[in-house]
């Protein structure tokens, strides 16, 4: 499954990479693409939560957008 999630949060290029490393540590992920000038992050793979997805943005600085 693929999810997509609005964030907010630096764009410069070292905090883009920290946002992708931590999401990307979230187990059950198999994949993170991050369009950092629009605030769009899709997360691919099976088992994992937006909770630990919102928790992994937060760590590095980030937060997730309701919508």
Known sequence: MTKNYRFEGPTDETSVAKLKDEVSQVLGTQGVKIEADEGIMRVRGENFTDEQISLAA?????????E
């Open 58 to 66: 937060e760590y590095a600085g980030f937060s997730l957008i309701d």
